[in-house]
C-alpha cells in the first residue's frame, strides 16, 4: 500500500508539473493552408527592456497599408499594450519571394530623430503569422542549439567604415523564413514557425528611376533561392535619407506538428533550476514541519495533558504559560474592522490565485492565448468577491460587530481604490509619453464597470449570506476587564517578530521569482506553471507553520495580542519581495528613464500589496484555527 500511495503520489507530481505541455490547449483552431494562400503578416506593439514602455508598429514611419485595421483584443491584451494591426506584408502559401520591395519612404527631421530615439532605446519590432509571434534565431556558441529571442530590434548604432562617430542604421531588409508542417493526404499545410534574418541594406536601383514595386534593385537578387545582399553599406538613418524597405520570403517543410508548434519558444528555459527551487522551498517547508511538529506532538501535548491533570487534582497552583490567558485571547483586536476587511480582500485574492493556477495547468491559459492570464485573473478576481464579502462578515460577526453593510462596502471598495490609485497615476505618466501600453478610456470604463456594477454587488451579496450565518463561538470565555501583558523579551518585540516571520515564506519562493520578473520585465514567456503551483502549496504551507510557531512563543510569553501580527508576521514576506524586486531593477534591468523607473515600481508595490494580503490571510487563519484548537483542549472553568 505504501508503495501504490508512493507511487500515485508520483504520478501527481510529474501530472502538475508538465501539466502545461500535456494538457496543452492552443488559443486558437490550427488553419489549413494549400499552395497559393494567401497570408497576412500582422504586426504587434514596439517593445523594448530598456524603457518598458511599449509603441504602436505606426507610431514610427513604416510602410503602412491604405487602411489600418485594428484586431479585436480581450482585456488582457489591451493592457499589456499590444496593439495588433495588418501591415503590407503579404505571403502567398509556399511560394518563395526575393527582394520584394515594400515602400521607398524619405526622412525628414521628426521622422529621422524618432527612428534614433527607438534604436538607442533597442526597441524590438513585433510580428505575428497565424498567432505566432515572429522570433530571431541564434545559435548558442558553447553549445550545438538554438536560441530564440521574440521580435527584432528596429536597428542598431555604432561606428562604420572608420569613422569614430557613432551612427545609427536601421533594419529595413527582412529574411522571413516560414516553416510548416505538411499533410500528405490532404497536400494542405499548417504554419510551425515564423523566423527573420534583418538585415541594414542600402538599397540602390538602377538608372536612378523609381517604379514602386517593379523597380529592379542592384543591391539585391531577386532570382536568387536564397537571401544575397550585394551590398555591404547599411542603410544610415539621417535627414532627406531615401529608405527602401524590403523583405525575403522563404517556406521550409517541418516534422513540427502544429500542436507542438509552441515547443521551441517554451522550451528555452533550465528546468534543473526550477527543481532546485522546489527542493529549496521544501527543505524549508520540511524544517517548519519538523518545528510544527515538535510543538504538537511534545511540548502542546505536554502542556495540555499538565493542565487538565492540575484540574482533576484541582490542585490550587497558579497557572503559568499560554493557558494562562485564556480569557484574554479571544478578545477583539483594535482596529478589527480593518482586519476584518484587509481577511476578506485576502480571501478574494487567494482564490483567485488557486483557480487561475488550476486553469494554467490544464492549459488554457497558454502562451498562445495572448492576454488570457490577465484576463483570467481579473474576472475570477471580480468573481471571487463572493467569497471576499462572506469571510469579512463572518469574521466581523465573531468580533460582535452589527453593521454588516459597513464592512462589506469597506471590503469591496479598499484595496481595489488604493490599486486603482496608483494604476491611475501609472497611467497617466504613460499616456505622457504617448505610449500604447496607457489603458484606453473604453477598457477604463470596462474596468470600472466590472468594479462597481459585478464585484462590489458580489461582495455585498457574500457579506449578507455570511452575516446571516450563526457567530463563531469561541471555545473560552473572554474577561471584562483585560489582563495586563508583562513586558516582554527582546526577541519577542512585535517588529522584530514580525520581520523574522516574513523571510521563511518568501525564501521558499525567491527563486521562482527570479523566473516571474524575467517573463515580466524582460519579454520572454512563463509556462511552467506545474513548478509554480507547487511552489505556491509550498508558500500556503510556510506562511502557516511559521506564524503557528511564532504564535505559540507569543502566547507562551503571555501576549494575548495575537490577531494583527499572527496577520503581519506572514504577510511581512510581501516587504522582501519588494526589496528582492529593487535590487532585481539594479542588477538585471538596464531602466535609464524617470517614467519607466516609476511605472516598474508602481506596479511592483501593487503585486507586493497583494502579496502581502494574500500571505497574511493564510498566516492569519492558521493562527486562528491553532489558537482555537489548543483553548479547546483542556478544561477551564
Given at each position: 500500500?505504501?508503495?501504490?500511495?508512493?507511487?500515485?503520489?508520483?504520478?501527481?507530481?510529474?501530472?502538475?508539473?508538465?501539466?502545461?505541455?500535456?494538457?496543452?490547449?492552443?488559443?486558437?483552431?490550427?488553419?489549413?493552408?494549400?499552395?497559393?494562400?494567401?497570408?497576412?503578416?500582422?504586426?504587434?506593439?514596439?517593445?523594448?527592456?530598456?524603457?518598458?514602455?511599449?509603441?504602436?508598429?505606426?507610431?514610427?514611419?513604416?510602410?503602412?497599408?491604405?487602411?489600418?485595421?485594428?484586431?479585436?483584443?480581450?482585456?488582457?491584451?489591451?493592457?499589456?499594450?499590444?496593439?495588433?494591426?495588418?501591415?503590407?506584408?503579404?505571403?502567398?502559401?509556399?511560394?518563395?519571394?526575393?527582394?520584394?520591395?515594400?515602400?521607398?519612404?524619405?526622412?525628414?527631421?521628426?521622422?529621422?530623430?524618432?527612428?534614433?530615439?527607438?534604436?538607442?532605446?533597442?526597441?524590438?519590432?513585433?510580428?505575428?503569422?497565424?498567432?505566432?509571434?515572429?522570433?530571431?534565431?541564434?545559435?548558442?556558441?558553447?553549445?550545438?542549439?538554438?536560441?530564440?529571442?521574440?521580435?527584432?530590434?528596429?536597428?542598431?548604432?555604432?561606428?562604420?567604415?572608420?569613422?569614430?562617430?557613432?551612427?545609427?542604421?536601421?533594419?529595413?531588409?527582412?529574411?522571413?523564413?516560414v516553416k510548416y508542417h505538411r499533410d500528405v493526404q490532404t497536400e494542405s499545410a499548417r504554419i510551425v514557425g515564423f523566423e527573420v534574418k534583418p538585415f541594414s541594406v542600402k538599397h540602390e536601383y538602377e538608372q536612378g528611376q523609381w517604379l514602386e514595386k517593379k523597380t529592379r534593385l542592384t543591391t539585391c537578387d531577386p532570382h536568387a533561392k536564397h537571401t544575397v545582399i550585394n551590398s555591404n553599406t547599411p542603410q544610415e538613418v539621417e535627414e532627406n535619407k531615401e529608405i527602401i524597405f524590403t523583405y525575403d520570403v522563404d517556406f521550409q517543410e517541418s516534422d513540427v506538428?502544429?500542436?507542438?508548434?509552441?515547443?521551441?519558444?517554451?522550451?528555452?528555459?533550465?528546468?534543473?533550476?526550477?527543481?532546485?527551487?522546489?527542493?529549496?522551498?521544501?527543505?524549508?517547508?520540511?524544517?517548519?514541519?519538523?518545528?510544527?511538529?515538535?510543538?504538537?506532538?511534545?511540548?502542546?501535548?505536554?502542556?495540555?495533558?499538565?493542565?487538565?491533570?492540575?484540574?482533576?487534582?484541582?490542585?490550587?497552583?497558579?497557572?503559568?504559560?499560554?493557558?494562562?490567558?485564556?480569557?484574554?485571547?479571544?478578545?477583539?483586536?483594535?482596529?478589527?474592522?480593518?482586519?476584518?476587511?484587509?481577511?476578506?480582500?485576502?480571501?478574494?485574492?487567494?482564490?483567485?490565485?488557486?483557480?487561475?493556477?488550476?486553469?494554467?495547468?490544464?492549459?488554457?491559459?497558454?502562451?498562445?492565448?495572448?492576454?488570457?492570464?490577465?484576463?483570467?485573473?481579473?474576472?475570477?478576481?471580480?468573481?471571487?468577491?463572493?467569497?471576499?464579502?462572506?469571510?469579512?462578515?463572518?469574521?466581523?460577526?465573531?468580533?460582535?460587530?452589527?453593521?454588516?453593510?459597513?464592512?462589506?462596502?469597506?471590503?469591496?471598495?479598499?484595496?481595489?481604490?488604493?490599486?486603482?490609485?496608483?494604476?491611475?497615476?501609472?497611467?497617466?505618466?504613460?499616456?505622457?509619453?504617448?505610449?500604447?501600453?496607457?489603458?484606453?478610456?473604453?477598457?477604463?470604463?470596462?474596468?470600472?464597470?466590472?468594479?462597481?456594477?459585478?464585484?462590489?454587488?458580489?461582495?455585498?451579496?457574500?457579506?449578507?449570506?455570511?452575516?446571516?450565518?450563526?457567530?463563531?463561538?469561541?471555545?473560552?470565555?473572554?474577561?471584562?476587564?483585560?489582563?495586563?501583558?508583562?513586558?516582554?523579551?527582546?526577541?519577542?518585540?512585535?517588529?522584530?517578530?514580525?520581520?523574522?516571520?516574513?523571510?521563511?515564506?518568501?525564501?521558499?519562493?525567491?527563486?521562482?521569482?527570479?523566473?516571474?520578473?524575467?517573463?515580466?520585465?524582460?519579454?520572454?514567456?512563463?509556462?511552467?506553471?506545474?513548478?509554480?503551483?507547487?511552489?505556491?502549496?509550498?508558500?500556503?504551507?510556510?506562511?502557516?507553520?511559521?506564524?503557528?510557531?511564532?504564535?505559540?512563543?507569543?502566547?507562551?510569553?503571555?501576549?494575548?495580542?495575537?490577531?494583527?501580527?499572527?496577520?503581519?508576521?506572514?504577510?511581512?514576506?510581501?516587504?522582501?519581495?519588494?526589496?528582492?524586486?529593487?535590487?532585481?531593477?539594479?542588477?538585471?534591468?538596464?531602466?535609464?528613464?524617470?517614467?519607466?523607473?516609476?511605472?516598474?515600481?508602481?506596479?511592483?508595490?501593487?503585486?507586493?500589496?497583494?502579496?502581502?494580503?494574500?500571505?497574511?490571510?493564510?498566516?492569519?487563519?492558521?493562527?486562528?484555527?491553532?489558537?482555537?484548537?489548543?483553548?479547546?483542549?483542556?478544561?477551564?472553568?
Amino acid at each position: 500500500m505504501a508503495f501504490l500511495r508512493s507511487l500515485a503520489f508520483s504520478a501527481v507530481l510529474l501530472l502538475l508539473i508538465h501539466g502545461a505541455h500535456c494538457f496543452y490547449l492552443p488559443g486558437v483552431a490550427p488553419q489549413d493552408f494549400i499552395k497559393g494562400d494567401q497570408l497576412q503578416v500582422k504586426v504587434n506593439k514596439l517593445s523594448s527592456i530598456k524603457t518598458q514602455l511599449p509603441y504602436s508598429y505606426y507610431s514610427l514611419p513604416y510602410c503602412a497599408p491604405k487602411k489600418i485595421q485594428d484586431s479585436a483584443e480581450n482585456l488582457g491584451e489591451v493592457l499589456r499594450g499590444d496593439r495588433i494591426e495588418n501591415s503590407r506584408y503579404v505571403f502567398k502559401m509556399r511560394e518563395p519571394e526575393m527582394c520584394n520591395i515594400v515602400c521607398k519612404i524619405k526622412l525628414d527631421a521628426k521622422t529621422a530623430k524618432a527612428f534614433k530615439e527607438k534604436i538607442n532605446d533597442e526597441y524590438r519590432v513585433n510580428m505575428i503569422l497565424d498567432n505566432l509571434p515572429l522570433v530571431v534565431p541564434i545559435k548558442r556558441n558553447d553549445q550545438d542549439s538554438t536560441v530564440y529571442q521574440l521580435g527584432f530590434h528596429v536597428g542598431l548604432k555604432g561606428q562604420y567604415s572608420g569613422s569614430k562617430e557613432e551612427k545609427f542604421f536601421i533594419h529595413n531588409h527582412l529574411a522571413f523564413t516560414v516553416k510548416y508542417h505538411r499533410d500528405v493526404q490532404t497536400e494542405s499545410a499548417r504554419i510551425v514557425g515564423f523566423e527573420v534574418k534583418p538585415f541594414s541594406v542600402k538599397h540602390e536601383y538602377e538608372q536612378g528611376q523609381w517604379l514602386e514595386k517593379k523597380t529592379r534593385l542592384t543591391t539585391c537578387d531577386p532570382h536568387a533561392k536564397h537571401t544575397v545582399i550585394n551590398s555591404n553599406t547599411p542603410q544610415e538613418v539621417e535627414e532627406n535619407k531615401e529608405i527602401i524597405f524590403t523583405y525575403d520570403v522563404d517556406f521550409q517543410e517541418s516534422d513540427v506538428k502544429w500542436a507542438s508548434r509552441w515547443d521551441a519558444y517554451l522550451l528555452m528555459n533550465d528546468d534543473q533550476i526550477h527543481w532546485f527551487s522546489i527542493v529549496n522551498s521544501l527543505m524549508i517547508v520540511l524544517f517548519l514541519s519538523g518545528m510544527v511538529a515538535m510543538i504538537m506532538l511534545r511540548t502542546l501535548y505536554r502542556d495540555i495533558a499538565k493542565y487538565n491533570e492540575l484540574e482533576t487534582q484541582e490542585e490550587a497552583q497558579e497557572e503559568t504559560g499560554w493557558k494562562l490567558v485564556h480569557g484574554d485571547v479571544f478578545r477583539p483586536p483594535s482596529n478589527s474592522d480593518l482586519l476584518c476587511v484587509y481577511v476578506g480582500t485576502g480571501v478574494q485574492f487567494f482564490w483567485m490565485v488557486l483557480v487561475t493556477m488550476m486553469f494554467a495547468i490544464l492549459g488554457f491559459l497558454s502562451p498562445s492565448n495572448r492576454g488570457g492570464l490577465m484576463t483570467a485573473m481579473l474576472l475570477l478576481w471580480v468573481f471571487m468577491g463572493l467569497f471576499a464579502g462572506y469571510s469579512s462578515a463572518r469574521l466581523y460577526k465573531m468580533f460582535k460587530g452589527s453593521d454588516w453593510k459597513k464592512i462589506a462596502l469597506r471590503t469591496a471598495t479598499m484595496f481595489p481604490a488604493t490599486v486603482s490609485l496608483i494604476f491611475f497615476i501609472l497611467n497617466a505618466l504613460i499616456w505622457g509619453q504617448k505610449s500604447s501600453g496607457a489603458v484606453p478610456f473604453g477598457t477604463m470604463f470596462a474596468l470600472v464597470f466590472l468594479w462597481f456594477g459585478i464585484s462590489v454587488p458580489l461582495v455585498f451579496v457574500g457579506g449578507y449570506v455570511g452575516f446571516k450565518k450563526p457567530a463563531i463561538e469561541s471555545p473560552v470565555k473572554t474577561n471584562k476587564i483585560p489582563r495586563q501583558i508583562p513586558e516582554q523579551a527582546w526577541y519577542m518585540n512585535p517588529v522584530f517578530s514580525v520581520l523574522i516571520g516574513g523571510i521563511l515564506p518568501f525564501g521558499a519562493v525567491f527563486i521562482e521569482l527570479f523566473f516571474i520578473l524575467t517573463s515580466i520585465w524582460l519579454n520572454q514567456f512563463y509556462y511552467i506553471f506545474g513548478f509554480l503551483f507547487l511552489v505556491v502549496l509550498i508558500l500556503i504551507v510556510t506562511c502557516a507553520e511559521i506564524t503557528i510557531v511564532l504564535c505559540y512563543f507569543q502566547l507562551c510569553s503571555e501576549d494575548y495580542s495575537w490577531w494583527w501580527r499572527s496577520y503581519l508576521t506572514s504577510g511581512s514576506s510581501a516587504l522582501y519581495l519588494f526589496l528582492y524586486a529593487t535590487f532585481y531593477f539594479f542588477t538585471k534591468l538596464e531602466i535609464t528613464k524617470l517614467v519607466s523607473a516609476i511605472f516598474y515600481f508602481g506596479y511592483m508595490l501593487i503585486a507586493s500589496y497583494a502579496f502581502f494580503v494574500v500571505t497574511g490571510t493564510i498566516g492569519f487563519y492558521a493562527c486562528l484555527w491553532f489558537t482555537r484548537l489548543i483553548y479547546s483542549s483542556v478544561k477551564i472553568d
